[in-house]
């Protein structure tokens, strides 16, 4: 199947800081991209929705201002947490859709992110 | 809009016995996609099947395989000859043509010998 790169795996930041995330389709090309977040023990949660070349869609809820997502190439979408807080820690993860007309529109998850903030 | 139910919180199998994980959905897709997920300790999603709305015949892939009911709107996981590597959190979803994929609340599955 198609592969989707995520990075860093984990990362620490000092609270008050910014720290990006990069989503990347490594053998296709995405012009939609999603961006999770799973609260252990739960389901994922959509954050928001990553279209190449126009702004993010956002999940209500969602602060567009703290969460900033870039979809600049069609393989590569980016989430920066800006401000971190505590609270922002957390598991993020990104996927793309290949809707390449074999894939069967299928949606593929990168390996996730690990975010403390301290 | 869609909706995915999940019923059964935890299954548990025995190691090469089969288990069947259930899944119901609602949309108002005409053209829509089902896939099974498998989230195992580490976090990852791993696509373990997929179904396209339009096609009639079953989805198989190795052990894993699917009854698909389009009129009664379930799409079930059966897991063959259970692996200890099974055990893992399975996640039914659905998503459209271009919209965003929808899970349900997921499925611990536990793998005993």
């Known amino acids: 199947g198609a592969v989707v790169s995520q990075h860093p795996s984990w990362v620490i930041c000092k609270s008050g800081t910014s720290v990006k995330i990069e989503c990347r389709s490594l053998?296709?090309?995405?012009?939609?991209m999603f961006w999770y977040r799973q609260f252990p023990k739960q389901s994922l949660m959509l954050m928001a929705t990553s279209n190449e070349g126009s702004k993010a869609t956002y999940e209500q809820g969602v602060e567009k201002d703290k969460f900033l997502i870039n979809h600049a190439s069609l393989t590569l979408s980016t989430l920066t947490v800006t401000s971190a807080h505590p609270e922002d820690s957390s598991f993020y993860i990104c996927s793309a859709r290949d809707a390449r007309g074999n894939s069967g529109n299928t949606i593929y998850f990168g390996e996730g992110s690990w975010l403390t903030v301290v | 809009a869609q909706t995915v139910t999940q019923s059964q919180p935890e299954m548990s199998v025995q190691e090469a016995e089969t288990v069947t994980l259930s899944c119901t959905y609602d949309?108002?897709?005409?053209?829509?996609?089902l896939f099974w997920y498998k989230q195992p300790p580490s976090r990852q999603m791993i696509l373990v099947i997929r179904q396209e709305a339009y096609k009639q015949q079953n989805a198989t892939e190795n052990r894993f395989s699917v009854n698909f009911q389009k009129a009664a709107k379930s799409f079930s996981l059966k897991i063959s000859d259970s692996q200890l590597g099974d055990a893992a959190m399975y996640f039914c979803a659905s998503t459209g043509t271009a919209s965003k994929l929808t899970f349900g609340t997921g499925t611990r599955l536990q793998v005993t010998l």
């Open positions: 053998d296709f090309q995405a012009t939609t």
């Open positions: 949309t108002s897709e005409s053209d829509y996609y």
